[in-house]
Antibody
Framework: QVQLQESGPGLVKPSQTLSLTCTVS??????????WHWIRQHPGKGLEWIGY???????YYNPSLKSRVTMSVEKSENHFSLKLTSVTAADTAVYYC????????????WGQGTMVTVSS | DIVLTQSPGTLSLSPGERVTLSCGAS???????LAWYQQKPGQAPRLLIF???NRATGVPDRFSGSESGTDFTLTISRLEPEDFAVYYC?????????FGQGTKLEIK
């Protein structure tokens, strides 16, 4: 069973760049047939979609975050990454990675999430 | 953006009861690309229903989904203690992907 695991700093200073990685285990990110997503959840709030990347490197970002978001895929490491620039306290959230099949497009598999706090 | 409005915000029910959760979309959801997720405290969301009415792998058959135009429903035929959680609908047919604000099921 494929598993996803987010990793990265739990604390980021305002104006800096948030960098997270999602490592894929028991499956290959290069196999195609999947979209690899990032989603976040502000404390006590609902879910916000950040964007996705395909194994080929093609991306699609939420327009509300597009100017600050970059996603990349590292096939040799079997992981994909999220960078969010110029962070503020409003970016404090639990960040999840998830996998969706190109067939159903629903988010069948999720990582456990990682809490990122933006504070000086 | 497609806005999904879930109702009610909170439901207080007892185990064994039947419950229907609603999700209304501000416009047509492409190809019935509507999903339902369950989230328990401290956990990631879990996919329950995709394509409006298809149960995900391992989801008990007491969960069912349906659609009528731009209105979608999640029904739990008989609540089990482990079903008390927050439920989100999601549309993934149009960009950006959007989620409803959630319905919390709490034990009465």
């Amino acid at each position: 069973q494929v598993q996803l695991q987010e990793s990265g700093p739990g604390l980021v200073k305002p104006s800096q760049t948030l960098s997270l990685t999602c490592t894929v285990s028991s499956g290959s990110i290069s196999s195609g047939g999947y979209f690899w997503h990032w989603i976040r959840q502000h404390p006590g709030k609902g879910l916000e979609w950040i964007g996705y990347i395909y194994y080929s490197g093609s991306t699609y970002y939420n327009p509300s975050l597009k100017s600050r978001v970059t996603m990349s895929v590292e096939k040799s490491e079997n992981h994909f990454s999220l960078k969010l620039t110029s962070v503020t306290a409003a970016d404090t959230a639990v960040y999840y990675c998830a996998r969706a099949t190109t067939a159903t497009r629903a988010f069948h598999i999720w990582g456990q999430g990682t809490m990122v706090t933006v504070s000086s | 953006d497609i806005v999904l409005t879930q109702s009610p915000g909170t439901l207080s029910l007892s185990p064994g009861e039947r419950v229907t959760l609603s999700c209304g979309a501000s416009q047509s959801v492409s190809s019935s690309y509507l999903a339902w997720y369950q989230q328990k405290p401290g956990q990631a969301p879990r996919l329950l229903i995709f394509g409006a009415s298809n149960r995900a792998t391992g989801v008990p058959d007491r969960f069912s989904g349906s659609e009528s135009g731009t209105d979608f429903t999640l029904t739990i035929s008989r609540l089990e203690p482990e079903d008390f959680a927050v439920y989100y609908c999601q549309q993934y047919g149009s960009s950006p992907v959007t989620f409803g604000q959630g319905t919390k099921l709490e034990i009465k």
